[in-house]
């Protein structure tokens, strides 16, 4: 793997690895996850996996910005679908699968640590979908499970300012389940929390996934019209300005075109 640490046994421990662009998700990076989160799926010896970021600065910074820019609309469709697809197939784990966000969890990083079925966050940790700011939309679920996690009022500020808040009020408004002061206890928080939950029957485990998620329906027109506007804002100069802005690190000038 080229973009992920993976350790076996009994728990997979994914560490996205692209410190020099904070670990953001390009096409090669999520390709990668979905081998081994289907690996993990079938491997009777992994029990459950842990998703965190190298390095002390991000857990992952959103979708590699610079190649969204590159896409048709009809790729940037089907990159959303991907993206989409990889992240239910998390969801849908039937092993325990918690995020240990050690940094930035922007963007397509806020949506993966979503996906997972439980967040910790060191103190460091920043969350937010900041795609607004780009000129486009959460492209990988965000807009449904933010508002699953946090309610539909915050989870619209959030997803409307693009906004970034810090563990301590990501754990206020249930974004989080706990803060940790360093990075080394959050490793540490998350395997002591990882090996409780695989004392308990491992079927039973599936079961609470399975159930707790049939109550959010995937098969709701939100994931859809996400992606619908996700391929159609690629294709607007707001887009283009907004990348420009991002790669040039100056503020954006939108003109709603
Ligand atoms: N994609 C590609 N490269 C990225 C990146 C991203 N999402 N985030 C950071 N980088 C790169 C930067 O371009 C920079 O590279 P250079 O050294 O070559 O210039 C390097 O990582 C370090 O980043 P910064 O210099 O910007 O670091 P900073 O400390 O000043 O700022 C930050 C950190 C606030 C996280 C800032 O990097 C940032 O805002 N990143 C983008 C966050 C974002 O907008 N995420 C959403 C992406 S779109 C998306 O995710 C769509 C979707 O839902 C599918």
Known sequence: MKNLLVSFEPVCTITINRPQALNALNQETLSELKTVIKECGERADVKGIIITGAGEKAFVAGADIKELTLLSKEEAFTLAQQGLQIFKMIEDCPKPVIAAVNGFALGGGCELAMACHIR???????????????????????TQRLAQLVGR???????????MIGAQEAKEIGLVNHVTSTQAELLELVNKIMAKILKKGPLAIAGVIKSVNTGYAFANEGYKTESENFATLTTTKDFAEGTSAFIEKRTPNFKGE
Do not use: H
């Open 120 to 142: 910790l966050a060191s103190e460091n940790a920043k969350f937010g979908l900041p795609e607004v700011s780009l000129g486009i939309l959460p492209g990988y679920g965000g």
């Open 153 to 163: 009022g915050k989870a619209l500020e959030l997803a409307m300012t693009g906004d």
